[in-house]
């Protein structure tokens, strides 16, 4: 419902009907509307959180940083558009709520930040991170284009699948430095050059 009809559309009667209740019952558990919006914001951002640490977590020990960011873009994804309304009401409405609605929130977002900082600083460390490219802000970016894909996203014009190669392959060609792409095609770059110049 949230995710549907944002945080200023959504009533308890709306909700009280999708959950095939009256509306004054939703008070036994909840006691204002806002408490039980923040602890839907709360739960979408915790479960985004643990969904992608546990496949990051996972993952094999020798799994490359670039792979793990393209395990991470996965499974961000996979609940974002195929497992969790959760997930999609918190990227479709952190920006309409209250500050003092979105403390426990927030807290959590700063947590998944993290996990995608120690990402990238990873790639960055293992010099797979093109050279002109900041650490932070390239993050920054594949994360905003992550999340809007919630607002763009429709199953009957692009398959899922679609979506996360795209994502996948915009990300690994879009951060890998030059010498990892020639390493992942299985040349070395003294070969790659004597390609290029024998090509001309």
């Not at 039980?36 to 490359?64: F, N, S, Y």
């Not at 920006?95 to 929130?105: D, F, I, S, V, Y």
Request: one cysteine or more; proline letters at 4%; aromatic letters at 8%.
């Amino acid at each position: 419902m949230l995710s549907r009809k944002g945080y200023a559309g959504t009533r308890l009667s709306d909700i009280a009907d999708q959950a095939q209740l009256q509306a004054p019952a939703i008070y036994y558990y909840f006691g204002s509307r806002e408490e039980l919006i923040e602890e839907v914001m709360w739960t979408g951002a915790q479960r985004v959180r643990e969904h992608v640490t546990k496949v990051l977590d996972e993952l094999p020990d020798d799994t490359t940083p670039m792979d793990r960011i393209c395990a991470a873009v996965e499974a961000h994804l996979h609940l974002e558009l195929e497992l969790s309304d959760f997930a999609t009401a918190v990227i479709r409405n952190s920006g309409q709520m209250p500050e003092h609605l979105r403390t426990r929130q927030l807290a959590e977002e700063a947590a998944y930040g993290k996990v995608w900082r120690n990402l990238f600083q990873d790639l960055h460390e293992d010099g797979q991170l093109r050279p002109d490219l900041d650490p932070r802000t390239a993050q920054l970016l594949v994360m905003g284009a992550l999340n809007w894909a919630a607002e763009w996203w429709n199953p009957r014009r692009d398959t899922y699948e679609t979506v996360v190669r795209t994502a996948q392959s915009l990300v690994r060609h879009g951060l890998s430095s030059r010498s990892q792409l020639v390493e992942e095609a299985g040349e070395t770059p003294a070969t790659a050059a004597r390609r290029r110049r024998s090509s001309r």
